[in-house]
């Protein structure tokens, strides 16, 4: 929610009365559909002090609303969510939101092996099919099989899909030639293969490594087929040859690109990765960049920033995505792409108007500050402090999604911009952080211009709590505006 407004211009009008934040907020929940609104552009903020608020939104009369909050309290709260999902789980009157709050719970292995059994017996295929899928995980299949081959026959063909893999796994080969139908047939739904595909590669369910090869090499769509050989890295032994006789086979670059990233997931991918190295195309340069990451500091920092800086838009996003994930792990190699990443945003030339160029040099700006460390922070305040143009708003923009208290340091000065878009992100960079600083500019972008709060004026209420310290009092609040039983359904 955040990016779809982190790069629109934003106007604050002063105004003469007094704001009241927790009453703004009250107004957007009593507005039809606004507490959707809310929850949704609430729940980007990731702040735990909103907990009783989506706690009381799982309890609201209307499934669409307990199904947001589900999704937002699950996200947000974690294992102190539990509690709540449970209550769903056994007692939500819409089986759509039982079965969501029982895919959170086992998602985060919130139930125990009790509870696990206790859903045997529910009067719910999927329900039965997700519990008994759980147990075979953790090693109890032979306790379920009886269950698992009645659900086999299920009429749902995700249920049975489900079942019939288990039953694989647990050494039933028969069942390999129903699971191969289905990927043969084009008419299967494509969400079913993709569930299969899935639950092959989350549970290495070795015996289906003929299926994974035979959908990878199929004419289903891009979304499959890459879906099918994350399955062939997870259960073919050759896995790395398979990948890597796919990349050298296809015309596409995008398809090419995303195999290489499967194909670095693969144990000892290097002989296949340095082959493809050898090409100067937009491949060669990510399979250079791959094998840099498992050299080491020195080769990552001129790969990547060999790699980052050239044109086309795919090798971009792949090195700003996978420089995210190694920032966020902390590996050995995440201080390497400091100076790549400055490289390349310093490089950009400014344009007439935003452009799909812009949203990457907002996520490289979020990867440094993420990164923090004073090369990184000062970097990026020199390009802040440059004259205003389009990549200044993209970096600028690029602070709001930081979760490194350092950017508070960035955005200080652009409180005062005379350019709106840039001192609203600074805004909103520190009122997420709680900096009593903002405050004025907050009021400024919370008052009302016409109608029920929009996304940005429902942050800078938020936002405006959290300066004041009343945050959590408000959400509790807020959570007895919503609170009340969800009607029979």
């Known amino acids: 929610m955040v990016l779809a407004v982190l790069l629109v211009a934003q106007t604050g009008q002063p105004a003469s009365a007094p704001l ?89 292995d919130l139930l125990s092996a009790d509870e696990m059994r206790g859903l045997l017996g529910s009067q719910h295929e999927e329900l039965q ?76 369910v070795l015996a289906a490594a003929p299926l994974a090869v035979e959908a990878a090499d199929s004419d289903w769509p891009r979304e499959v087929k890459l879906r099918a050989y994350w399955a062939v890295a997870a259960v073919c032994p050759d896995a790395s040859g398979i990948i890597h006789r796919a990349i050298r086979r296809s015309d596409q670059i995008v398809m090419k690109v995303n195999l290489i990233r499967i194909l670095a997931s693969c144990p000892f991918p290097a002989e296949q990765l340095k082959d493809l190295a050898k090409d100067d195309d937009p491949p ?49 190699t995440a201080r390497s792409y400091q100076a790549p990443l400055l490289n390349y945003i310093r490089s950009r030339k400014p344009s007439s108007q935003m452009s799909a160029e812009h949203y990457q040099l907002a996520k490289a700006a979020t990867v440094l500050a993420d990164l923090g460390g004073e090369g990184a ?9 440059g004259p205003y143009n389009t990549k200044v708003r ?29 001192s609203s992100d600074a805004a909103l960079v520190l009122g997420r952080f709680g900096r009593a600083e903002a405050a004025e500019k907050l009021r400024q972008l919370a008052r009302r211009s016409q109608g029920a709060p929009q996304a940005m004026e429902v942050l800078a209420c938020w936002y405006l709590l959290k300066v004041s310290g009343g945050a959590r009092s408000a959400a509790e609040a807020l959570a007895r505006q919503v609170e009340q039983p969800p009607s029979p359904g």
């Open 20 to 108: 009241d934040p927790l009453a703004r907020l009250q107004e957007a929940l009593a507005d039809p559909g606004g507490i959707e609104t809310v929850l949704v552009v609430l729940q980007s903020t990731g702040d735990e002090d909103l907990r009783p608020l989506f706690e009381a939104s799982c309890r609201s009369g209307a499934e669409s609303t307990r199904s947001l909050a589900l999704a937002a309290l699950a996200e947000t709260c974690k294992e102190r969510a539990a509690d709540v999902l449970k209550d769903r789980l056994a007692n939500d009157p819409s089986k759509a939101v039982r079965l969501k709050a029982a895919i959170a719970l086992f998602g985060s």
């Open 129 to 204: 099919c997700l519990a008994a899928d759980a147990l075979v995980r953790q090693g109890q299949g032979r306790t379920v099989q009886p269950l698992l081959e009645k659900l086999a026959g299920s009429e749902s063909q995700a249920t049975a899909c489900s079942a019939r893999l288990d039953l694989l796994a647990l050494g039933d080969k028969g069942q390999l030639d129903e699971l191969q139908r289905l990927v043969r047939d084009r008419g299967s739904d494509q969400r079913v293969v993709l569930q299969v595909l899935s639950q092959i590669s989350d549970e290495k």
């Open 284 to 332: 060669g340069l990510v399979a250079r960049f791959e094998l840099a990451r498992q050299a080491g500091a020195k080769a990552l920092d001129w790969a990547a920033g060999n790699a980052i800086q050239q044109p086309h838009p795919v090798v971009v996003e792949y090195i700003l995505s996978r420089a995210g994930e190694d920032v966020e792990a902390a590996g050995q």
């Open 377 to 385: 922070i000062d970097g990026l305040r020199e390009v802040l402090s």
């Open 394 to 422: 993209a970096v600028a923009a690029g602070l709001l999604r930081s979760k490194n208290p350092a950017v508070c340091d960035l955005a200080l000065p652009l409180l005062e911009s005379p350019y709106p878009e840039l």
